[in-house]
């Protein structure tokens, strides 16, 4: 609905920076639409992308085709709810083709971890501290122009 997206927009107001909602089902179709840019993923996500079974092309010319669009991945760390245990950003990235592995860059687990889902965030209406920006994300999104 147009107020869970809102709501959803009002985490983001104090990092002052762009945030854009889109519909597209795959990233290679949100590459299309919003490049350049770098998506922020977790690690479940991550293996997701690199899951052949999602791309008809192939997941080396569907990176291509991000890699184009002038986009990337910051993949961080998630906690698997079905172990409870950590996954770190490289183990997720194993099946990232070597000529592509230049597309994701990883946050180590010291500079982010939050063993809390996106969803249970918003639930408790948590929002980052207004320090996150600049410690983590500035350190390790690419700039786009």
């Given at each position: 609905s147009r107020e869970a997206a809102v709501h959803r927009l009002?985490?983001?107001?104090r990092a002052e920076e762009a945030v854009v909602l889109t519909r597209s089902p795959l990233y290679v179709?949100?590459?299309a639409v919003v490049g350049p840019?770098?998506?922020?993923?977790?690690?479940?996500?991550?293996?997701?992308?690199?899951?052949?079974?999602?791309?008809?092309?192939?997941?080396?010319?569907?990176?291509?085709?991000?890699r184009?669009?002038?986009?990337?991945f910051v993949v961080a760390g998630r906690l698997d709810?079905?172990?409870?245990?950590?996954?770190?950003?490289?183990a997720s990235?194993?099946?990232?083709?070597?000529?592509?592995?230049d597309m994701f860059v990883t946050?180590?687990?010291s500079d982010f971890r939050?063993?809390?889902?996106?969803?249970?965030?918003?639930?408790?209406?948590?929002?980052?501290?207004?320090?996150f920006p600049a410690t983590v994300a500035d350190r390790y999104c690419r700039r786009k122009t």
């Open positions: 009002d985490q983001f107001a179709d949100k590459a840019c770098d998506f922020v993923v977790g690690a479940d996500t991550a293996s997701r992308i690199l899951d052949p079974k999602y791309y008809s092309d192939g997941v080396e010319a569907t990176l291509d085709i991000i184009a669009a002038g986009c990337g709810p079905a172990t409870g245990s950590y996954v770190a950003a490289d990235l194993a099946a990232a083709p070597p000529n592509h592995r946050l180590a687990e939050l063993d809390i889902s996106s969803t249970e965030l918003r639930k408790r209406n948590l929002r980052h501290d207004a320090d």
